[in-house]
Nanobody, 122 residues
């Protein structure tokens, strides 16, 4: 069974940075693509970024392109989301997800973490 544990959320000021981490356990990490999604109160879950098993291919949602970077460490079995130039509208619970195929659709991911809160103040 895949287990995902996010960390690194918290409070940041607009224009600041945070780095989220997601530790992967339970299966062979390199068999899985990884994604980050977020959900703000009253809104649908939104695609943020995704990365294939090798780390060679990355995908981003339009609202975070140029500001966020997804990466993975296949030795540490961890995926990261570096968030720069944060905006108040980035405030949400951020979730990491895993599945065999990389996708920008949250329905495509079978495994999910518990989420970590990111709050950006203006």
């Amino acid at each position: 069974q895949v287990q995902l544990v996010e960390s690194g959320g918290g409070l940041a000021q607009a224009g600041g940075s945070l780095r989220l981490s997601c530790a992967f356990n339970g299966r062979t990490f390199t068999n899985y693509a990884m994604g980050w999604f977020r959900q703000a109160p009253g809104k649908e879950r939104e695609f943020v970024a995704a990365i294939d098993w090798s780390g060679n291919y990355t995908y981003y949602g339009d609202s975070v392109k140029g500001r966020f970077t997804i990466s993975r460490d296949n030795v540490k079995d961890t995926v990261y989301l570096q968030m720069n130039s944060l905006k108040p509208e980035d405030t949400a619970v951020y979730y990491c997800a895993a599945d065999y195929q990389v996708s920008m659709r949250y329905h495509a991911y079978h495994y999910w973490g518990q989420g970590t809160q990111v709050t950006v103040s203006s």
